[in-house]
């Protein structure tokens, strides 16, 4: 089960370092390319959504299978495994809502960057129009 959470980390940190490369001031020689590798992988990004919802839905899954530990009803090691798969789920559902942060991030600074070169390109062309 780890290698799905593994899998989605290395995702959203993939889709923040394209954010931030795309977003770093002096990078313009190499922003074209960026920005062609960037849409590029948005389509395959796009399978993150459907994953992360995958793994919601096993997260609260486990939430409503997970027996309760309250009282005296269990031994302190029942109670510390009990607390570390809140945690757990917790942690995973942080870094679910990252990797969908990050793609909508990635998504919308990709259409922004574009859209200002299209723009820069037309302002270039009224300029040698002139």
């Not at 960037?38 to 389509?43: D, I």
């Not at 990004?45 to 919601?56: A, I, T």
Request: hydrophobic share 45%; aromatic share 10%.
């Amino acid at each position: 089960m780890a290698l799905e959470w593994v899998v989605l980390g290395y995702a959203a940190g993939a889709e923040a370092i394209m954010v931030l490369l795309l977003t770093l001031p002096g990078l313009d020689p190499l922003r074209k390319g960026l920005i062609v590798v960037t849409r590029n992988l948005l389509k395959p990004f796009l399978s993150v959504v459907p994953f992360c919802l995958f793994l919601l839905m096993d997260i609260y899954w486990k939430y409503e299978t997970r027996p309760s530990c309250e009282g005296e009803s269990c031994t302190p090691a029942e109670h510390l495994r009990h607390q570390k798969s809140i945690m757990k789920s917790q942690r995973n559902g942080l870094l679910i809502g990252a990797a969908l942060l990050f793609y909508w991030l990635l998504y919308s600074v990709t259409n922004l960057v574009v859209r200002i070169d299209q723009l820069n390109q037309r302002i270039e062309r009224l300029k040698n129009r002139d």
